[in-house]
T-cell receptor
Framework: ETGVTQSPTHLIKTRGQQVTLRCSSQSGHNTVSWYQQALGQGPQFIFQ???????GRGNFPPRFSGLQFPNYSSELNVNALELDDSALYLC?????????????FGAGSRLTVL | GENVEQHPSTLSVQEGDSAVIKCTYSDSASNYFPWYKQELGKRPQLIIDIRSNVGEKKDQRIAVTLNKTAKHFSLHITETQPEDSAVYFCAASIPRSLTFGGGTRVLVKP
């Protein structure tokens, strides 16, 4: 059984650029959630994907978008990067069953926007 | 939406003593309350969780209590060890998302 893997681990972008982060979910999981963790803060929910569709969204603007693929892997895309987008982006996978929301996190992608 | 407050933000304890972290939540629909431990530069790891139909749960040196009426839940770590030093996050779940507290940095002094 494999855990949640994310790529890249670190990247540096400049304001206005676009970025794509990738996530492979844990074996047997069918749902992927993305979280943004600013330095010294708790993770904040961006959105969740289930059956290749967005299935819940936090308080993030439309320039944050995502995809889920048939193998349950996922991408997070951020357009028009701003300095405040600098953060650790965490992917978490889970198995969608009633009454459960047990997340397994990846190690994250650390994005620095200059 | 849900709002989770966590206290204290930092906690320093002597090895062998107990540590207690408290969280409150706002949405009475929340029904699942996990706790995560995050070591420096590493991913959050689930250490214990509790569901809304249970008042207390224990796993070795770690216990969690939940008071649904007051909308608060707590993490208790007994006989602390240096390897317990980390940032701990509480969270509350409504369908499809977890709302995290701001974290508690725990330092266990040998």
């Amino acid at each position: 059984e494999t855990g949640v893997t994310q790529s890249p681990t670190h990247l540096i972008k400049t304001r206005g650029q676009q970025v794509t982060l990738r996530c492979s979910s844990q074996s047997g999981h069918n749902t992927v959630s993305w979280y943004q963790q600013a330095l010294g803060q708790g993770p904040q929910f961006i959105f969740q994907y289930y059956r290749e569709e967005e299935n819940g969204r936090g308080n993030f603007p439309p320039r944050f978008s995502g995809l889920q693929f048939p193998n349950y892997s996922s991408e997070l895309n951020v357009n028009a990067l701003e300095l405040d987008d600098s953060a650790l982006y965490l992917c978490a996978s889970s198995l969608r069953v009633p009454g459960a929301n047990v997340l397994t996190f990846g190690a994250g992608s650390r994005l620095t926007v200059l | 939406g849900e709002n989770v407050e966590q206290h204290p933000s930092t906690l320093s304890v002597q090895e062998g003593d107990s540590a207690v972290i408290k969280c409150t939540y706002s949405d009475s629909a929340s029904n699942y309350f996990p706790w995560y431990k995050q070591e420096l530069g590493k991913r959050p790891q689930l250490i214990i969780d509790i569901r809304s139909n249970v008042g207390e749960k224990k796993d070795q040196r770690i216990a969690v209590t939940l008071n649904k009426t007051a909308k608060h839940f707590s993490l208790h770590i007994t006989e602390t060890q240096p390897e317990d030093s980390a940032v701990y996050f509480c969270a509350a779940s409504i369908p499809r998302s977890l709302t995290f507290g701001g974290g508690t940095r725990v330092l266990v002094k040998p």
